[in-house]
């Protein structure tokens, strides 16, 4: 079998191996067939690789160094399908991205600038550069600390993520549509793009609460047919293509805080409910609920002012948003706090 450098790392409340981008081939095909073999995609269970079985542990990071001065380095997101051969380099991942910084100091592609460190990350996948701060200590990074994020046990040290620009990522603009508010049979949605493409459906709409279990909303057959009829008629009209074989758009359905949050959110990807909420699909949701006329507005309970911490209540908790808003309302910042650790170090063997 061949052998393949690999880092195992959390990041958020995802995890996956991450390569380089010099250890793997450049032909995407064989690429991709490497990628899947590694994670035992496909497979519902991922027996027979690296992959957790879930959407949020079916992810991969390939690094290299920035070729400019924009960035230190740049970071591939892949997102491994677990049913078929599907290796989905659309989507931004922000949870992952919280890895990648501390993964390519492990791999030696970096070194720490001191007790701190400051990264300048661009994501490949839609050329969207972030600024990360993390701690490390006598020149590697830190992995335990004080800080603590829903959805995962314990805490760890922080890492800061600043976006830069984030604003129509994977469609060029923010509102795709050009509209604050459509409606796609009879259902009002927003379509939004601030880092990740997202339907936002409020969820009385659709014929729930919004407050149920992800188990409970994944049992339900006949929502999840509604839900991909939704956002393949909503991504076309975002000017997405190939919609059948990506994870975007996501659909956020949306209602009143419950927990003394801004906005309580169920989110699937595409049509299995998310266990928390994507940093970026929080950050595209953030944006949404600070837009008068859209329908996340309408349902959140909103802070005020210029610089607003939105709480995003999600199934297994909340995550907060940082927004600087312009005098006239459009959001010139977006920022938060992940963790991320380093779970295991060696080779992956591929048949």
């Known amino acids: 079998m061949k052998t393949l450098p690999c880092w195992f790392m959390r990041g958020g409340t ?20 490497i990628i899947l073999s590694v994670m035992g995609s496909p497979d519902e269970r991922q027996i027979d690789g690296l992959g ?3 959407t949020l542990t ?7 160094l920035a070729d400019d001065t924009l960035a230190d380095i740049n970071f591939l997101f892949a997102q491994v399908s677990l049913a078929d051969s599907i290796v989905d380099t659309t ?19 970096i070194t720490a600038q001191g007790d701190q460190t400051v990264i300048r990350i661009r994501t490949l996948n839609t050329n969207m550069i972030a600024e990360v701060t993390l701690q490390t200590p006598g020149g590697k990074p830190a992995y335990t600390g004080a800080a603590r994020i829903d959805g995962v046990p314990g805490t760890s040290a922080p890492v800061l993520l600043n976006f830069l620009d984030t604003a129509g990522s994977v469609c060029g ?30 969820a009385e709409d659709m014929g729930i609460s919004g407050y149920e279990t992800k188990e409970q909303l994944n049992a339900d057959t006949k929502l999840a047919a509604h839900i991909e009829r939704l956002r393949l008629q909503a991504g076309a009209m975002m000017g997405i293509k190939d919609l059948a074989n990506k994870s975007v758009p ?13 906005l309580c959110t169920r989110t699937f990807i595409p049509r299995t409910c998310h266990a928390a909420i994507g940093v970026l699909g929080a950050v595209t949701v953030a944006t ?45 910042q977006a920022a938060l706090m992940r963790t991320a650790r380093l779970i295991m170090r060696g080779e992956a063997l591929i048949p």
């Open 14 to 33: 995802s995890k996956g191996p991450f390569f380089l981008a010099a250890d793997l081939p450049k032909e995407i095909a064989e690429r991709d067939r």
């Open 52 to 54: 957790g079985a879930t």
């Open 58 to 64: 079916s992810k991969v990071g390939i690094l290299s």
């Open 91 to 109: 989507p931004n991942c922000g949870n992952m991205l919280a890895a990648a910084g501390p993964a390519a100091l492990e791999a030696g592609l």
């Open 173 to 202: 603009s923010l509102l795709p549509t050009g509209q604050l508010c459509d409606v796609i049979d009879g259902i009002r949605v927003t379509c939004i793009d601030n880092g990740m493409p997202v339907i936002i459906v409020a």
């Open 250 to 262: 996501k659909i956020s359905m949306v209602a009143r805080p419950q927990k003394g949050g801004t």
């Open 288 to 332: 949404a609920a600070v837009l008068p006329g859209s329908v996340a507005h309408d349902l959140a309970d909103l802070p005020g002012g210029n610089e607003q911490y939105l709480s995003i209540e999600h199934p297994s908790g909340e995550l907060s948003v940082f927004l600087k808003l312009s005098t006239t309302g459009d959001v010139e």
